[in-house]
């Protein structure tokens, strides 16, 4: 159906369908693999709570939520086949936006992960960063080598919000 409305990527896995709907890894890697046999690329969320963060569980949380998810790495391609979306819990619609250090020591542990299972398609993995990116904040985390671009919820609402982010998007060089 999303493929019949022009629609390319699909997110999976967000916080709210985690919390709310009770979305366990298991389905999502379900899902994912649905995404990816109708031709669809998967942005997978994944991220922490403020209570697994407070709780120093940061590494642990991400490394099970992507233990699940890299596997499905097509390791035979040159480019991979999902991108993943790191939006910590605590970040998202608060107007609390983690600090560019912060996302970005996260990212380098993403891509190393990822780089377990190919060097090659670790580094081409795009890993966009999501939770309260604005027009002021944009090109402060677009500066982090590992952050390669946003996924935007309010400020997307907002149009002279987006366009600055936009812009901030198109001077790092990023995709957006
Ligand atoms: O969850 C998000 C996008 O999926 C992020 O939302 P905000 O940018 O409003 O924090």
């Known amino acids: 159906m999303l493929r019949d409305m022009g ?12 919390q709310i709907f009770a979305e366990s890894d298991a389905q999502i890697v379900q899902k994912i693999k649905a995404a990816l046999l109708s031709g669809l690329i998967p942005v997978v969320c994944v991220g922490e709570t403020e209570a697994e963060r407070a709780q120093g569980l940061t590494d642990a949380v991400l490394r099970r939520q992507l233990e699940a998810v ?32 912060q996302a970005q020591a996260v990212h380098v542990f993403i891509r190393e992960l990822a780089a377990a299972y ?25 500066d982090q080598a590992d952050i390669d671009g946003a996924l935007v919820g309010g400020a997307s609402l907002q149009a002279g919000e987006f366009i600055q982010i936009c812009h901030a998007a198109e001077s790092a060089g990023r995709g957006g």
Do not use: D, M
Request: proline share 6%.
């Open 70 to 101: 890299l596997p499905l790495l097509n390791l035979e391609a040159s480019q991979p086949n999902l991108i993943i979306a790191y939006e910590p819990v605590w970040a998202i619609g608060t107007g609390l936006s983690a600090s560019p250090e």
């Open 118 to 142: 190919s060097a090659q398609l670790a580094r081409r993995l795009l890993l966009l960063y999501g939770g309260s990116v604005k027009g002021n904040n944009a090109a402060a985390l677009f």
């Open 7 to 18: 629609c390319r990527y699909v997110l999976i896995g967000h916080s709210e369908r985690r």
